[in-house]
């Protein structure tokens, strides 16, 4: 199982990027995908997640009506799109597999079944 990020980058308060992460070596079809991000000194925190059976999605507050996961389970991709960026958000995002979403904020890195590289996201004038 292979999962790559991409989509990271600079971009000003107030900009949008489009993150993704492309899955290789399983089906897609059997998990919830999501992504966390690790900023400078902080720990790493689940940011979003989607479920494959019904699309339920998970936000964390910080995120909730500006970024909007989505998937494609036959291009084995999901997407990450960040609007009305902050420096607060200037972190490294990792995406990540797993059976579920349900408690996506906290989980650990032993806690689900894949992670992918990160990509950093740099929010700056």
């Known amino acids: 199982v292979q999962l790559q990020a991409s989509g990271g980058g600079l971009v000003e308060p107030g900009g949008s990027l489009r993150l993704s992460c492309a899955a290789s070596?399983?089906?897609?079809?059997?998990?919830?995908i999501g992504w966390f991000h690790q900023a400078p000194g902080k720990e790493r925190e689940g940011v979003s997640c989607m479920t494959t059976s019904d699309g339920v999605t998970y936000y964390a507050d910080s995120v909730k009506g500006r970024f909007a996961i989505s998937r494609d389970n036959i291009k084995k991709t999901a997407y990450l799109q960040m609007n009305s960026l902050n420096s607060e958000d200037t972190a490294v995002y990792y995406c990540?597999?797993?059976?579920?979403?349900?408690?996506?904020?906290?989980?650990?890195?032993?806690?689900?079944?894949?992670w992918g590289r990160g990509t950093q996201v740099t929010v700056s004038s």
């Open positions: 070596g399983l089906s897609l079809d059997d998990y919830a």
């Open positions: 990540a597999l797993d059976f579920i979403c349900t408690g996506w904020k906290h989980k650990g890195y032993n806690d689900v079944e894949a």
